[in-house]
Antibody, heavy 121, light 107 residues
Framework: QVQLVESGGGVVQPGGSLRLSCAASGFTFSNYGMHWVRQAPGKGLDWVAFIGYDGNNKYYADSVKGRFTISRDNSKTTLYLQMNSLRAEDTAVYYC??????????????WGQGTLVTVSS | AIQLTQSPSSLSASVGGRVTLTCRASQDISNTLAWYQQKPGKSPKLLIYDASSLESGVPSRFSGSGSGTDFTLTISSLQPEDFATYYCQQFNNYLITFGGGTKVEIK
C-alpha cells in the first residue's frame, strides 16, 4: 500500500533553514507528481509546492516562492522541501502528498502523517 | 489567486440526515474542484475530484456537483464516521487553493 513518511521537522529560529524529506513506497514514485501541503495549528489547508514526475516542472505558492525549493530523488523514492528564510507564519504541519494521476496532477490522493515545523525565537 | 469560500463554516446535523456543503469560487474554474474530509489529528482524505467524480473506495452517500463558480458536496445519509471538517480545493493557472473548511458536528 502507498506510504508517505515525512521527517525533518522541528523548531527553528526566524530566518533559519530546514529541509524536510518524504520517503515514498507502495507505488512507482517516478511516475507521479508530488506536492507539499501545510496546515497551521488549528487552521485550514495551504498548498505549498508541486514537482513533476521527472523533476522538470515545479510550481510554488506565492507565499513561499523564492524561499522554498522542492526537489526529488527518484532513485531514492524521496521528496524534499528545502525551506530558507523561515518566518513565524511558516509554522505548520507539512504534509507530503501524491498527485492523483497525470491528468489530475493537482489533486492529492495520498497524504503522509505530516511533520511539524515551528518557527520561533 | 482564486479564492474559495465555503459555507457554512460549521453545522450540526443528525445521524441519518442529509447534508449539503457549498463552495464558491471567485471566478470560473470549470470543474477543477475536489473535496477532502479531515478528522481531528488525521491527514485529509480525497472524496471527490473533477467536481463530481467519486474517488475509489469512498461511500456512494457522498456526491459532488457544480461547475463554473458554484459547487456542492452532499452527504445523503450522515453516518457517525462522517463527522469531520470538509475542504474544497481548486486548481487554476498553476496555483492551488483551498476553501476555509466546513466543520460538520453531531446534533
Amino acid at each position: 500500500q502507498v506510504q508517505l513518511v515525512e521527517s525533518g521537522g522541528g523548531v527553528v529560529q526566524p530566518g533559519g533553514s530546514l529541509r524536510l524529506s518524504c520517503a515514498a513506497s507502495g507505488f512507482t514514485f517516478s511516475n507521479y507528481g508530488m506536492h507539499w501541503v501545510r496546515q497551521a495549528p488549528g487552521k485550514g489547508l495551504d498548498w505549498v509546492a508541486f514537482i513533476g514526475y521527472d523533476g522538470n516542472n515545479k510550481y510554488y505558492a506565492d507565499s513561499v516562492k523564492g524561499r522554498f525549493t522542492i526537489s526529488r530523488d527518484n532513485s531514492k523514492t524521496t521528496l524534499y522541501l528545502q525551506m530558507n528564510s523561515l518566518r513565524a507564519e511558516d509554522t505548520a504541519v507539512y504534509y507530503c502528498t501524491k498527485s492523483r494521476d497525470w491528468a489530475g496532477w493537482y489533486y492529492f490522493d495520498y497524504w503522509g502523517q505530516g511533520t511539524l515545523v515551528t518557527v520561533s525565537s | 489567486a482564486i479564492q474559495l469560500t465555503q459555507s457554512p463554516s460549521s453545522l450540526s446535523a443528525s445521524v441519518g440526515g442529509r447534508v449539503t456543503l457549498t463552495c464558491r469560487a471567485s471566478q470560473d474554474i470549470s470543474n477543477t474542484l475536489a473535496w477532502y474530509q479531515q478528522k481531528p489529528g488525521k491527514s485529509p482524505k480525497l472524496l471527490i475530484y473533477d467536481a463530481s467524480s467519486l474517488e475509489s473506495g469512498v461511500p456512494s452517500r457522498f456526491s459532488g456537483s457544480g461547475s463554473g463558480t458554484d459547487f456542492t458536496l452532499t452527504i445523503s445519509s450522515l453516518q457517525p464516521e462522517d463527522f469531520a471538517t470538509y475542504y474544497c480545493q481548486q486548481f487554476n493557472n498553476y496555483l492551488i487553493t483551498f476553501g476555509g473548511g466546513t466543520k460538520v458536528e453531531i446534533k
